[in-house]
């Protein structure tokens, strides 16, 4: 970016550039220049990335909006230089709060309705932030191990259908430029740690019927859902991949923790063992061939288990034969005489 008398120019790649002064913005792309009097500015929006500050300027009869990247010490000055044009964020937001002030769903006046506007967004504040905190307990310290799962589980499930109950004052996907609370960074958390707890614990062996049971189930869950809400529309379908992601820790869980069966035990042999170093540390072995394994098989280990391996020494490797008919097995340091159902959090995920 540089200045140029009272303008302020942005560089893009391949050529093109805004120019923005008092009058005007000046846009070339494709080689080709474009002027646009300040007057025919419908408004401007704004987004936030990590380094930038993303300006979008609708223009009148224009269907295509004009986007330039400005470094967030500079949103100032271009604010400046669109002074005049509607800020359309701001505009948006005093919409949806008049609205709410006209909303019987909040109370029966202006100043009722505004005050429990703000009781809602502190009651939401709160959830959010317990709900975050379990999320964190089941991921960082599960213990004990089942009461935490179900926790994060149970806890997904309470947001949608305390979601549910206040709809009207609640929204169960946030909307941009509305003030109306919502549970979604909670429910985002607790999704989250229910698939990253099962990706780490569980290693699976049917991966094909895993996949398709998760998505089809995520999927019914998911449309479910939005249709309890009157949400059933595309822009919404990105809500998919929650559902999904919520159904592969569900689906992983119960078909490990409700499995009672005797496992087909195994005893290769540890060809090899490493440790790799990067943003985390990952421990590795290669065992010989077992079971489904036709040859030398690498598998990430925790640290704990790693530590009681030994190279050419032999590991156990117990198959279930899983609850819901999708196989998963655990690695342990040594096969014992009398194995009973594993705890997951104590063996290792392939991955």
Not at 54 to 62: A, C, G, K, Q, R
Not at 65 to 72: A, E, G, L
Not at 77 to 101: N, S
Request: glycine residues 8%; contains cysteine.
């Amino acid at each position: 970016m540089s200045a140029q008398g009272e303008s302020l120019e942005f560089k893009r790649g391949f050529g093109g550039r805004t120019v923005l002064s008092p009058q005007a913005v000046e846009v070339t792309r494709g080689g080709q220049t474009q002027r646009y009097a300040k007057n025919v500015i419908r408004g401007f929006r704004t987004g936030r990335a990590r380094y930038v500050t993303v300006f979008t300027l609708e223009i009148l009869n224009e269907a295509k909006p004009i986007k330039f990247n400005v470094p967030h010490r500079q949103e100032g000055a271009v604010r400046a230089m669109l002074e005049g044009a509607p800020d359309l964020d701001a505009l948006d937001l005093r919409a949806a709060e008049e609205a709410i002030r006209k909303d019987d769903a909040f109370g029966s006046s202006p100043d009722e309705r505004w005050q429990t506007l703000q009781s809602e967004k502190r009651t939401t504040l709160i959830l959010n932030c317990v709900m975050a905190a379990i999320a964190a307990w089941g991921l960082i310290f599960p213990r004990p191990y089942e009461v935490s799962v179900i926790a994060c589980a149970g806890g997904a499930v309470a947001a949608v259908a305390l979601s549910f109950v206040k709809r009207g004052r609640w929204y169960l996907i946030p909307r941009r430029n509305d003030p109306h609370p919502s549970l979604m960074i909670g429910l985002l958390s607790l999704v989250a740690a229910v698939a990253l707890r099962a990706l780490i614990d569980l290693s699976l062996l049917d991966w094909a019927v895993f996949l398709a049971a998760s998505c089809a189930i995520g999927i019914a869950l998911t449309v479910c859902v939005l249709a309890m809400f009157g949400e059933l529309k595309l822009s919404r379908w990105p809500a998919v991949l929650l559902g999904v992601a919520f159904a592969c820790g569900v689906v992983a869980q119960a078909d490990a923790r409700l499995d009672t069966s005797v496992p087909q035990i195994f005893e290769p042999k540890i060809v090899s063992m490493y440790v790799s170093h990067g943003r985390s540390t990952s421990y590795h072995v290669t065992l010989s061939a077992w079971g489904p394994e036709t040859g030398d098989n690498a598998h990430d280990v925790p640290e704990e288990l790693f530590n009681q391996l030994s190279i050419q020494s032999s590991a156990c490797v117990s198959i279930y034969p899983g609850a819901l008919r999708m196989r998963w097995y655990v690695i342990t340091p040594a096969c014992s005489s009398g194995v009973s159902n594993a705890n997951p959090e104590a063996s290792t995920a392939s991955k």
